[in-house]
């Protein structure tokens, strides 16, 4: 008989997987990805429309493994106070087909976007880069603060978020500076956009040449 | 927090799930999705070659429920003596996209695939339907046996298979008689075709006027 899949809930997943191997690992998928190594079908979306949700399937081989990632986006459950993004991964072993793995996705999600914008950074930004401004205040901007931490000696954080309160609590959680979006950008040698704004929260006019933009989000043609 | 999900693996999944309880499942999963309250992408399929295997991802949104299945096809596995097919199955609550429960799919997709085939014969196979063919011998000859049983009254199962042995233990155990494809077919009144052939096993002169034709498999192109 074929024995049973391993089981990794959010705070196993939490307890193995370190933002400093996570990075290398993900300029390692790009690599690949970029060598014609990877099949990676376009996902598949389902709409949930009420209450306004998003299901997608974003399945992959690569050579180190076989499996997909279900993910789903609620923004209403931001109200409720659950998760906007949650994920399951599967992993499955490319020889048999045989199911090896099912792990949570929530923290990898989070931690995997901002290692593919640190992997990015590190090969993109000015080297010595000293301030970094961040344009937004939720996971993703946690999760990037953690990841270009690792990749840059910063000097400087700045912080803005549409809510003047979620940028200060930020801001000292992290120990940087609440201000308007302008201000954070302007001179910032790497400066990061992690909202769920769909309108446009700075301006390429703001930007110090040289500097380096990682944009999140922005995943769905709207 | 997030409650983590329900895992089920295929024995927990044999306890609770009853054929005679799929097929009316099934007829209505085909009415509402044939009322158009179904939305289901075509499946994407990554093909691993070597060793010659597939990973089909089948999500769907019904008025019951949110989810997908993962499931592998690798022929080979057959000489390894494990299941050429594998999947798991995974739900999601439709109001907030959490992952609800993960279950081993490898049974339910044996037993559902044959709930469709009894669900379609109790409709339109003749009412007083008493011999049944069977084209092959192996896990979807003996769902189909289960699943038809329940909708029609057998007086007599044929089996053929391409090997002889295969077919005379399988008609040993449900009490059937194996025989040539062409003595099965001809006078049947419900065929099923269960092999993994890639050639005809059957010609439709053999056919009796009005019998009815379940056609499983060729779920590829070629």
Same mark, same amino acid.
């Given at each position: 008989?074929?024995?049973?899949?391993?089981?990794?809930?959010?705070?196993? &997943?939490? *307890?193995?997987? @370190?933002? =400093?191997?996570? %990075?290398?690992?993900?300029?390692?998928? /790009?690599?690949?990805?970029? +060598?014609?190594? &990877?099949? *990676?079908?376009? @996902?598949? =979306?389902?709409? %949930?429309?009420?209450?306004?949700?998003? /299901?997608?399937?974003?399945? +992959?081989?690569?050579?180190?493994?076989?499996?997909?990632?279900?993910?789903?986006?609620?923004?209403?459950?931001?109200?409720?106070?659950?998760?906007?993004?949650?994920?399951?991964?599967?992993?499955?072993?490319?020889?048999?087909?045989?199911?090896?793995?099912?792990?949570?996705?929530?923290?990898?999600?989070?931690?995997?976007?901002?290692?593919?914008?640190?992997?990015?950074?590190?090969?993109?930004?000015?080297?010595?880069?000293?301030?970094?401004?961040?344009?937004?205040?939720?996971?993703?901007?946690?999760?990037?603060?953690?990841?270009?931490?690792?990749?840059?000696?910063?000097?400087?954080?700045?912080?803005?978020?549409?809510?003047?309160?979620?940028?200060?609590?930020?801001?000292?959680?992290?120990?940087?500076?609440?201000?308007?979006?302008?201000?954070?950008?302007?001179?910032?040698?790497?400066?990061?956009?992690?909202?769920?704004?769909?309108?446009?929260?700075?301006?390429?006019?703001?930007?110090?040449?040289?500097?380096?933009?990682?944009?999140?989000?922005?995943?769905?043609?709207?």
């Amino acid at each position: 008989m074929v024995n049973k899949p391993l089981f990794l809930n959010e705070e196993q &997943v939490r *307890q193995h997987l @370190r933002m =400093v191997d996570l %990075i290398p690992a993900m300029e390692k998928a /790009l690599i690949d990805f970029s +060598a014609g190594k &990877v099949t *990676q079908p376009v @996902r598949s =979306v389902i709409k %949930i429309d009420p209450p306004g949700g998003f /299901l997608g399937l974003m399945p +992959a081989l690569t050579p180190d493994g076989l499996g997909l990632k279900a993910v789903t986006f609620y923004p209403s459950n931001a109200e409720r106070r659950i998760p906007t993004h949650m994920a399951t991964i599967f992993l499955v072993d490319p020889e048999t087909g045989t199911p090896l793995a099912i792990m949570d996705g929530r923290l990898i999600t989070e931690m995997r976007t901002a290692a593919v914008s640190a992997a990015a950074t590190k090969l993109l930004a000015p080297p010595d880069a000293k301030i970094l401004a961040v344009l937004g205040s939720g996971v993703q901007a946690r999760s990037h603060v953690e990841a270009l931490r690792l990749v840059r000696k910063f000097e400087e954080i700045r912080v803005w978020s549409p809510t003047r309160q979620h940028a200060e609590q930020f801001a000292k959680e992290i120990r940087g500076k609440a201000m308007s979006a302008e201000d954070a950008v302007r001179g910032a040698d790497v400066v990061v956009t992690v909202t769920n704004s769909k309108a446009p929260v700075m301006k390429g006019s703001w930007l110090k040449r040289g500097s380096h933009v990682n944009a999140i989000g922005a995943c769905r043609p709207n």
